[in-house]
C-alpha cells in the first residue's frame, strides 16, 4: 500500500527525466502552427499545452489517465482524485488512507461563513463560491513554505497539501452556499462515515431514502472532474499558478471562467430552456413544437444551451452516462422525456443551420434534468455542483504542473497592424 503522496513521489523522479530528455532531444521540432484566424479564433485547435492527467478524443470523449470516462462511472470520486494525480486507480488500503485523510480535512474556517452571509442575498451561488475559496487563501500551505523559502522541486508538495484541503472542503463549502441561499435552514455538518459524493448529498439535505441521490452526486463528481487543459477553468487555473499564485488564487479565478454560459454556466441556461419549452407547451411537446421552438431560439441569435463543444465532434460519453442513469432513476419524469426528446430533434437541425462545428450534446445537456428529478431545482446553483468536481481536475493538474517545472505562462500577443503587415508579406 503506498499513499498518494509516496505514489507520486516515488513516480517523479522518472517522469521529470522523461520530460527532460524529450525537451532535450526534441525540444526544437514543431507540434502546431497558428493561423491569423485561429489568433481571433479562441486559439482553437493550437497545440501548445501540456496536460498529463486527461486527453479529450474529438470523437471519443475524455480519457482520464488513459481509462476511457464510459470505464470509470462506477467508481468515487477519491479514487479519480488518486488517477489523476498519480496515473493509477489506488488498490483498497491506499483508497482508504485517502478517505480518512479528506475526511479530517473536511472543516471549513467560520470565517468563510461571515463572508458569505454578509454578501447580497441575491448574490450569484458561483460568487459565493468562488469567493469562499479565494477567503480561504491565507491558509494555503503552498504560500506559507514560499515566504519561508522552498526549493522549486519542491513546490508540488506543498500544492499537494492544498490540493486535498481543497478537494475536501469544495463540497463542504458548495452544500453550506445552497443551504444558505435558498433559505434551507441551518448548514449539516459532514458524517465522518461517508466517502465524498454521498457526504456531499447528505450536507446539501435533499431527501434521499434509497440513495440514489448519493449514486447521483458520486457519478456527477467523476464525470466533470476533468477534460485536458485548453478549456476556460482549466486553463486560467494553470496560467494564475504558473504565476506560483497559490491553489486558492488559481482556483477561484478558474471557477470565474466556469461560471460562463458558454462553459460550466451551460448546464443552468440548458435546465432553463427546457423548462421554458415545457412551460411553452405545457408538458412535452410535439415533435414539430419542438423542432420550431429550437429555430426560433436559434433565429433570436442565441445558442442551443448543452450542445456543441469545442473539441468534441460527437455525442459527449458523459451526456450518455447521465442519460443512462436517467433511464435507470426516472425515465418517466416529464423534464427528463424532454431532454431525450431534444437530443433526437436538435443535432440535425445545428446541422441544418450549418454553423455549430459540433451539434451534438455535451456534458450540460443532460445533468440539470437529473437533478431536478430529485428536488434540487434551483437551477442556478447548478453549476457549483460541476465546480466542486472539476477542482478534482484541475488541482491535480496544477500539483503535476509544478512537479514538472512548468514555466510561467506568457505567449506573444500580436497587433492588428502586425497580422496585416505580416499577410501582406506573406
Ligand atoms: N447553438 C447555436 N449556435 C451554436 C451552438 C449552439 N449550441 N454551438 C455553436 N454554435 C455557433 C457558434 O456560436 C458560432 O457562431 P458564430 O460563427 O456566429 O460565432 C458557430 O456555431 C461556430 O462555433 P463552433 O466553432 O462550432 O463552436 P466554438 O468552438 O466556437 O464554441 C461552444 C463551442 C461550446 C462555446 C459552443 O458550441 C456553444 O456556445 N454551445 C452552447 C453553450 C454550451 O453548451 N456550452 C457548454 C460547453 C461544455 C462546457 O464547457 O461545459
Redesign the pocket.
Known sequence: MATLKEKLSATLPSIREEIRSLVKEHGSKVISEVTIEQAYG?M?GVKSLVCDTSAVDNNRGVIIRGIHISELTNRIPEEILFLLLTGELPDAASLEALKADLRKRASLPSYVWDVLRAMPKDSHPMTMFSTGILVMEKESAFRKRYDQGMKKEDYWEPMLEDTLTLAARAPVLAAGIYRMRYNKGGIIPPDPNLDLGANFAHMLGTPDPTGTFADLMRLYLVLHSDHESG?VSAMTTHTVASALSDLYYAVSAGLDGLAG????L??QE?LKWILMVRKRFHGTPTDEELHKFAWDT?QSGK????????VLRQTDPRFTAFVEFGKKVCPDDEVFQIVEKVFRIVPPI?VEQG????PWP???AGSGSLLWHFGLTEFDYYTVLFGVSRILGVASQAVVSRAIGSAIVRPKSVTTKWLKEFAAKA
Open positions: 479562441g482553437r478549456n454560459p458558454l462553459h460550466g451551460a448546464n440548458c436559434l445558442v442551443i444551451p448543452g450542445y456543441g463543444h469545442a445545428l454553423k455549430a462545428k459540433d455535451n456534458v450540460d
